[in-house]
């Protein structure tokens, strides 16, 4: 069983720059797909960012250019660096884990944190 758990979230002005991270037991981040989900009230969850068992990463584009996926194997901590940040960035932020290789970015996710909450203020 692999738990993750996210954190770092909070409230910003747009334009700031917020670094959310996730840690995960159990298991070694290179042996799966991991990625940042969102999920605003009354909208249905959408992908962030994915990174592969090689460490090549995927971004929706939305945040292309603006957020950044990256994981310290040795720590089993994900991150995600959030810069130039948006009132529609706001949500709750997730990290999902999932064993295998394969498209990162069109899977079903096994293993779910339980979410950082990220508020950007115009």
């Known amino acids: 069983q692999v738990q993750l758990v996210e954190s770092g979230g909070g409230s910003v002005q747009a334009g700031g720059s917020l670094r959310l991270s996730c840690a995960a037991s159990?298991?070694?981040?290179?042996?799966?797909?991991m990625g940042w989900f969102r999920q605003a009230p009354g909208k249905t969850r959408e992908g962030v960012a994915w990174?592969?068992?090689?460490?090549?990463?995927s971004y929706a584009d939305f945040v292309k250019g603006r957020f950044t996926i990256s994981q310290d194997n040795a720590q089993n901590t994900l991150y995600l660096e959030m810069n130039s940040l948006k009132p529609e960035d706001s949500s709750m932020y997730y990290c999902?884990?999932?064993?295998?290789?394969?498209?990162?970015?069109?899977?079903?996710?096994?293993?779910w944190g339980q979410g950082t909450q990220v508020t950007v203020s115009s």
């Open positions: 159990a298991h070694s981040y290179s042996d799966y797909c």
């Open positions: 990174i592969d068992v090689d460490g090549r990463t």
């Open positions: 999902a884990a999932d064993p295998g290789r394969g498209y990162c970015s069109i899977r079903d996710y096994k293993y």
